[in-house]
């Protein structure tokens, strides 16, 4: 059996940011401890021939004035049998679990935080720490943010050995991620907050999957094409700027707008257009948002390759294809009291739902010329395009 892993641009990507958004909280500003908490949530991503869904489980303590600790559990259950699977191998079902500490100290308007993450899968062991540094200055008006995050990770490839999923002896890999961001936070005016946020990404290592082949053009082949497997370049740096105005209305809600720009050494240019509104009613908060994202893609990528060895490094990796994708998100939260326990401050209820839609714009449904060869050829499938729901209900306890 090939298993696929799937990466952070769909559903890897949509599922673990809103954890971490939903669990791990705001960041707080310098000077600003997070409050006592305690989350748990449920999600479950559906698109694709894909199903991820699990649980996760956040708390935050403060310890006396100046530290603030917190640890989060969390868990994927996936079951696959996405068009990358069924085109060279069979579903599959895998487990990942993740864990994470954090650490928070606060002297005087400065804000030091670290932390660590580790993550299991049969195929995949990666391990992350960061680390970061706020400011605040010019009457708590303007706060500076530093950070650094360092990412290693060990990649196997699994295979069918007497009946049993095992590691494959022979696929050993290893990368190295280091991450280097500055964000600025300014008080505008009365009602306006800006930031800015830029981050520069190096990759290092094995950064291809053992899964995905390309495929190139075979006319002895009854498909028209063979596959081969892909092959990346062993480095990869990227640069990201992103800047966001929220504005407070005059009724209470309040309103973002976001730009994010991005490029790296493969090729990839991106643009990521966000806009979020969200609006309290009595115990109800209401929260709507829009995302549009488009990239170009890499340049050794193709959907299908004139010949073998066309070239030094080549790719048919969906995530390095060009696409552009709209996600549309609903989410609603109510704050209760519970009565007769005295130490919870603050609880709330909230269900969150995001519809996301890609269309690729140089990706190919491959299973059409697979499954019938004499139809369509190779090349002329339709283009590829993915709807996926993600669903999200979890339970928060301020004491």
């Given at each position: 059996?090939?298993?696929?892993?799937?990466?952070?641009?769909?559903?890897?990507?949509?599922?673990?940011?809103?954890?971490?958004?939903?669990?791990?909280?705001?960041p707080?500003l310098?000077?600003?401890?997070?409050?006592?908490?305690?989350?748990?949530?449920?999600?479950?991503?559906?698109?694709?021939?894909?199903?991820?869904?699990?649980?996760?489980?956040?708390?935050?303590?403060?310890?006396?004035?100046?530290?603030?600790?917190?640890?989060?559990?969390?868990?994927?259950?996936?079951?696959?049998?996405?068009i990358?699977v069924?085109?060279?191998?069979?579903?599959?079902?895998?487990?990942?679990?993740?864990?994470?500490?954090?650490?928070?100290?606060?002297?005087?308007?400065?804000?030091?935080?670290?932390?660590?993450?580790?993550?299991?899968?049969?195929?995949?062991?990666?391990?992350?720490?960061?680390?970061?540094?706020?400011?605040?200055m010019?009457?708590?008006?303007?706060?500076?943010?530093?950070?650094?995050?360092?990412?290693?990770?060990?990649?196997?490839?699994?295979?069918?050995?007497?009946?049993?999923?095992?590691?494959?002896?022979t696929?050993?890999q290893?990368?190295?991620?280091?991450?280097?961001?500055?964000?600025?936070?300014?008080?505008?005016?009365?009602n306006?907050?800006?930031?800015v946020?830029?981050?520069?990404?190096?990759d290092?290592?094995?950064?291809?999957?053992?899964?995905r082949?390309?495929?190139?053009?075979?006319?002895?082949?009854?498909?028209?094409?063979?596959?081969?497997?892909?092959?990346?370049?062993?480095?990869?740096?990227?640069?990201?700027?992103?800047?966001?105005?929220?504005?407070?209305?005059?009724?209470?809600?309040?309103?973002?707008?976001?730009?994010?720009?991005?490029?790296?050494?493969?090729?990839?240019?991106?643009?990521?257009?966000?806009?979020?509104?969200?609006?309290?009613?009595?115990?109800?908060?209401?929260?709507?948002?829009?995302?549009?994202?488009?990239?170009?893609?890499?340049?050794?990528?193709?959907?299908?390759?004139?010949?073998?060895?066309?070239?030094?490094?080549m790719?048919?990796?969906?995530?390095?294809?060009?696409?552009?994708?709209?996600?549309?998100?609903?989410?609603?939260?109510?704050a209760?009291?519970?009565?007769?326990?005295?130490?919870?401050?603050?609880?709330?209820?909230?269900?969150?739902?995001?519809?996301?839609?890609?269309?690729?714009?140089?990706?190919?449904n491959?299973?059409?010329?697979?499954?019938?060869?004499?139809?369509?050829?190779?090349?002329?499938?339709?283009l590829?395009?993915?709807?996926?729901?993600?669903?999200?209900?979890?339970?928060?306890?301020?004491?």
């Amino acid at each position: 059996m090939r298993r696929q892993r799937q990466s952070a641009a769909h559903c890897g990507w949509c599922l673990r940011a809103m954890a971490t958004l939903c669990l791990a909280g705001t960041p707080a500003l310098a000077g600003v401890l997070p409050p006592d908490r305690f989350d748990v949530l449920m999600h479950k991503y559906q698109g694709g021939g894909i199903t991820v869904q699990g649980p996760s489980i956040l708390i935050q303590k403060r310890l006396g004035d100046h530290v603030s600790v917190g640890a989060n559990y969390y868990q994927d259950m996936i079951s696959s049998a996405s068009i990358d699977v069924l085109l060279t191998a069979s579903p599959y079902r895998e487990t990942r679990t993740q864990k994470s500490a954090s650490v928070q100290y606060m002297h005087g308007k400065t804000s030091y935080i670290a932390g660590f993450i580790n993550s299991i899968e049969p195929d995949y062991r990666a391990n992350t720490s960061y680390y970061s540094v706020s400011q605040s200055m010019f009457g708590d008006l303007t706060t500076v943010t530093l950070s650094y995050r360092r990412g290693w990770d060990r990649i196997f490839r699994d295979i069918k050995q007497n009946g049993v999923i095992v590691n494959d002896p022979t696929f050993h890999q290893r990368a190295d991620h280091r991450v280097y961001g500055f964000g600025l936070t300014q008080i505008l005016t009365r009602n306006v907050i800006g930031t800015v946020d830029y981050e520069l990404d190096t990759d290092q290592g094995y950064l291809a999957s053992p899964y995905r082949d390309i495929r190139y053009v075979d006319p002895n082949n009854p498909v028209g094409y063979t596959l081969a497997n892909q092959v990346y370049p062993g480095t990869r740096t990227s640069d990201a700027f992103a800047v966001s105005l929220k504005y407070y209305m005059p009724y209470r809600a309040a309103l973002t707008g976001r730009y994010r720009f991005y490029t790296d050494s493969w090729g990839i240019l991106a643009h990521t257009l966000k806009v979020d509104y969200v609006q309290p009613w009595h115990r109800f908060t209401f929260d709507g948002n829009v995302r549009y994202y488009r990239q170009g893609a890499a340049s050794f990528y193709s959907d299908l390759f004139p010949y073998a060895n066309y070239s030094n490094y080549m790719a048919r990796d969906r995530e390095l294809a060009a696409f552009h994708s709209i996600t549309v998100g609903f989410e609603a939260s109510y704050a209760f009291s519970i009565p007769g326990v005295t130490w919870i401050q603050k609880s709330a209820a909230t269900v969150a739902y995001d519809r996301m839609m890609i269309n690729y714009l140089d990706y190919r449904n491959a299973l059409y010329s697979k499954l019938d060869p004499g139809a369509i050829r190779a090349g002329a499938e339709p283009l590829y395009a993915l709807d996926a729901s993600m669903y999200q209900l979890y339970f928060s306890l301020w004491f």
